[in-house]
Structure formats: structure tokens, C-alpha cells
């Protein structure tokens, strides 16, 4: 195992500096912001709906992009990037299949994500997806950069409890034990970050006064999956090929943490049981 692989087994997450050369990243920005000069349609009515230059929430001026490559050439390069696929393989002991992409242009005043887990939406069966988070732009505490629960590829699915709105994009989060919390990743532009679909991760508000936080993230799902969320398909090779999988049911169950013996552990519960008690 080289140092990558190592500290990626170990924690679930490795940062690969300087993947993408600043020549790549200035075209990559150029890229995104024409795209979002233009308001290039997404193909998802939900990021077309969403653009409001009239509004104070700055990400309905610069809504996120999803599953750009499928219309978008340079978002597919991106996704099928023969460095991203090495590494991968690395990490994951297998070429991957691709299903994802996301843009954030996440400007100075926007809201961050709230603490949540990638497997929770993706439904890998079996295995998990790992994410390949790209900085378009230095990113640190200030501007919102992207925090990750060291160690936590090895817990289970936990059940959500709504998250601060105030301060998350989202409404739900994953809670964490006493104890535990999330570790900033500083970042330069043309790093990546790897993690792993169990690992919580989420994002600060950019509380800079006008910088961009920009990232391009694509999602990659095991070589050996069967299905995946309906969501992600179609599932692409690394060559660009489909291939056929099926498509995952919602979970049935999830976990909350419990106490034994002094020490926070999962504990996993039907789901249906859960909203029956909370009926
Ligand atoms: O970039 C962010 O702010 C959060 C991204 C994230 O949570 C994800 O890629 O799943």
C-alpha cells in the first residue's frame, strides 16, 4: 500500500495535492462561470428553477449544478479524468463506475451543507461510493471549506435529525457523539479530496466578505455494485460506456448511537419503527 491507499484504509478520507494544474483549474473557473452567465440549463428543473438574481440567499444567485455531464463535455472529462480513475482504483482496490456530478460555486455569504453521509442517498448495495471533491478555489474555515468525521468510514447509515437551517443548505444531519467532531480540510486549488460514502462530512457557511468557494465534485460507486440509487443512473464506466445495474430501494433501517459500557456505538433500528414513535 502506498501513502494514499494507507491513510485513505485508515481514516476514509486522503487529500491528493495539486491533481489538476492551475492552468486546469483557471479553465475550469472560466468554465462554470460562463455556464452560470449563461444559465445554462442543468437538465434539472430544479437548478433552473432556482436561479434568482433578486434574492438575498446568494445560492439562488449561483445555484448548484448536478449531473452536468450529461450535456456538458468538459464536466464528463472531468468526471472520467484518467488521474481521478488512477487514484480511485487505488483506494478502492478496483476501477470504479461513475454516476455524479455537482458543481458549487458556493459564494461569500452562502450557507454551508450540514454533517451528512454520501451512502445515505446514493444506496450502494453492496459496497459504498466514494466522492472526488475538487477545489476550484483555495478553500479554508473562512470561505466554507469542506469538514470530514476522521474515521467514520466504518460507521453505518445513521438516521438524520433536522439540521440548522440558518447555517446548512440542507435540512437534515447526521448527529455526532460526544466528543467527536468534524475536521476542517484546507485545501489549494487543483487539490482532491477522497472520501469514503459512510464518511459524515459537510461544509461552513463562506463567511468571507467576496470570495467564492467554487468545487467540482464527482461520485464514483464500487466495480463490483449491483445497484445504485435511480437517481445515478445511468452508471458509466471509467471509459464512458453505460452499464447496466439495478436500482436500490430506500433503507429500511438506520442507526443512533447509544451508550455501552461509556463508549458511543450504533445502534440500528427499523426505520418504520422509528417514525411509528414519532407518530
Ligand atoms: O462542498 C460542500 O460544501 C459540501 C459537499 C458535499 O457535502 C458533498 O459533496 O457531498
Not at 448536478?66 to 482504483?89: E, F, G, I, K, V
Request: charged residues 20%; proline residues 6%; glycine residues 6%.
Amino acid at each position: 500500500m502506498n501513502e494514499s491507499t494507507q491513510f485513505f484504509a485508515e481514516h476514509g478520507y486522503y487529500v491528493a495535492q495539486q491533481v489538476f494544474t492551475p492552468d486546469e483549474v483557471a479553465a475550469l473557473r472560466r468554465h462554470y462561470m460562463q455556464l452560470w452567465a449563461d444559465k445554462t440549463p442543468s437538465g434539472d428543473p430544479l437548478v433552473q428553477a432556482s436561479y434568482r438574481e433578486d434574492r438575498a440567499d446568494p445560492l439562488l444567485q449561483y445555484p448548484r449544478l448536478l449531473q452536468m455531464h450529461r450535456w456538458d463535455d468538459a464536466s464528463l472529462a472531468y468526471l472520467l479524468d484518467a488521474r481521478l480513475r488512477d487514484l480511485l482504483t487505488a483506494m478502492m482496490g478496483q476501477e470504479p463506475y461513475a454516476v455524479q456530478t455537482m458543481m458549487y460555486y458556493k459564494p461569500a455569504g452562502a450557507r454551508g451543507q450540514a454533517l451528512h453521509q454520501d451512502q445515505f442517498y446514493l444506496k450502494v448495495q453492496p459496497g459504498t461510493c466514494c466522492a472526488a471533491w475538487t477545489a476550484l478555489d483555495d478553500c479554508d474555515e473562512e470561505n466554507g471549506c469542506i469538514q470530514v468525521v476522521d474515521g467514520s468510514h466504518t460507521w453505518d447509515m445513521l438516521c438524520t435529525v433536522p439540521a440548522d437551517t440558518t447555517q446548512s443548505f440542507t435540512d437534515v444531519m447526521v448527529p455526532l457523539p460526544e466528543g467527536v467532531s468534524p475536521t476542517p480540510i484546507l485545501m489549494k486549488a487543483g487539490d482532491v479530496l477522497f472520501f469514503n460514502g459512510s464518511v459524515v462530512h459537510g461544509s461552513f457557511p463562506n463567511t468571507s466578505a467576496d470570495r467564492f468557494r467554487r468545487s467540482l465534485i464527482a461520485h464514483y460507486i464500487v466495480g463490483d455494485a449491483q445497484k445504485v440509487g435511480e437517481y445515478y443512473h445511468p452508471v458509466l464506466r471509467m471509459d464512458g460506456s453505460e452499464v447496466e445495474l439495478g436500482v436500490s430501494e430506500g433503507a429500511d433501517r438506520c442507526g443512533v448511537w447509544v451508550d455501552q459500557q461509556g463508549a458511543p456505538v450504533i445502534e440500528m433500528l427499523e426505520i418504520q419503527r422509528l417514525q411509528r414513535e414519532h407518530e
